[in-house]
């Protein structure tokens, strides 16, 4: 059985794949577990205090309850505490890497970074590395069809839009399974009837917790055309090589990538209103100031 590496969220996954072990995204996992509940349960137990963030304690708990025995925390700007859960995963024997995207979208600390954690993963070199970017930038490709057809065509749900795109962080563990649910989906949208709903919504910030916003904008009369954050898993730009492609991942560097892509989609997308989620645990309300300024539309 292959080795599964647990992740805490979007990193360079080609080093995972080249090192011949299985990613598991940790937050996808938790928030689609039917008990998913047991695992932030687990985390109290363990000594997690109750205000403690909920994603925080569902992917210790879940780490936990799956006996994944080695993780790859994402340190980044978003709503997980990646020291704390770090300290809390090695007192319990859990071999913790962390991948660090800097403040700046720096070429030399990135690429820093990638030698490292692939040292660590045991690669002896990084020449397959390139292979992967192009096998993985196939089932991408796949999800910008889902994503302009959720916009352009009006046949993708804001929801559907959110799973499949939000699963191109891991690929669900098994790229050709991964990609086969792809073209099955796109192949049954050749028989789909568009939604009709005229007010076109953007979801920013971080993926939401509760994917059920999705349906109750739906029934009241709106529809989300544009996740910003699960966009930018699936490597929405062309890049020259494996560093260059994580540079221009936006979300955790400066807000000013993030508001100028915000802004071209909204344009693109023809976008009347916005959605930010802000979690609580988080630097979301800071942002959420700079956006109102400067997006120029209903929050």
Known sequence: MEKRIGI?????????????SVPLDLRNFFLYHPDRMNFVQRAEMDG????????EKGIYGTIMEEKIQEVIVIIQNDCINGWTLRK?????????????????????MIEMQINELAERLGLANLNNLDYWKFRLNEARE???????LTWNSNLVSGYENHKYLTSTTDFEGDLDVFM???YNF???????????????LALIGEPPLCTEIYKIVEKCGARIVFNEVQRQYTIPFSSSDLIDQYLKYTYPYSISGRVKDIKEQIKKRKIHGIIHCVNTHGSGFADDLIFRRQLGLPF
Do not use: Y
């Not at 805490?8 to 011949?20: A, K, L, N, R």
């Not at 796109?186 to 009837?193: I, V």
């Open 180 to 182: 086969t649910k792809l």
């Open 186 to 200: 796109l192949n049954e949208l050749k028989t789909a009837k568009p939604f009709k709903q005229k007010v076109r």
């Open 88 to 108: 809390m995963l090695e007192l319990q024997g859990v071999t913790v890497h962390t991948f660090t995207f800097p403040p700046e979208n720096n070429r030399e």
């Open 48 to 55: 997690f205090p109750h205000n403690a963030g909920l994603l």
């Open 8 to 20: 805490t969220g979007m990193m360079p996954i080609e080093i995972i794949f080249d090192s011949g």
């Open 142 to 148: 796949l999800a910008h069809k889902i994503d302009e």
